[in-house]
Nanobody, 119 residues
Framework: QVELVESGGGLVQAGGSLRLSCAPS????????VGWFRQAPGKEREFVTG??????STYYADSVKGRFTVSRDNAKVYLQMGSLKPEDTAVYYC??????????????WGQGTQVVVSS
């Protein structure tokens, strides 16, 4: 079992930036693929971005391409969000794939961190 902890959420004005982090509790991420998802009120959870174990492959939803960047180091996976829009408001979740792929499927999920973008 892998416990994932997200951090970095908060309130930001439209056009601003935030950086989210995802870290496993008690272990390293070095062989895991990791994805970020989000769920807005009244909507289904949707894929945002994913990164494979080496960082050599990344994937993005069309809605965030050019605005969001996923990256990683040995300890954490990061989601740099820029040019934020009110429609980016959601709970953001990270998820881990022990097989190392960037597109999942994902076996482990964090509890989520809230992002609110004000207009």
């Amino acid at each position: 079992q892998v416990e994932l902890v997200e951090s970095g959420g908060g309130l930001v004005q439209a056009g601003g930036s935030l950086r989210l982090s995802c870290a496993p509790s008690g272990r390293t991420f070095s062989r895991y693929g990791v994805g970020w998802f989000r769920q807005a009120p009244g909507k289904e959870r949707e894929f945002v971005t994913g990164i494979n174990w080496s960082g050599g492959s990344t994937y993005y939803a069309d809605s965030v391409k050019g605005r969001f960047t996923v990256s990683r180091d040995n300890a954490k996976v990061y989601l740099q969000m820029g040019s934020l829009k009110p429609e980016d408001t959601a709970v953001y979740y990270c998820a881990a794939d022990p097989r190392g792929r960037g597109k999942g499927p994902y076996d482990y999920w964090g509890q989520g961190t809230q992002v609110v973008v004000s207009s």
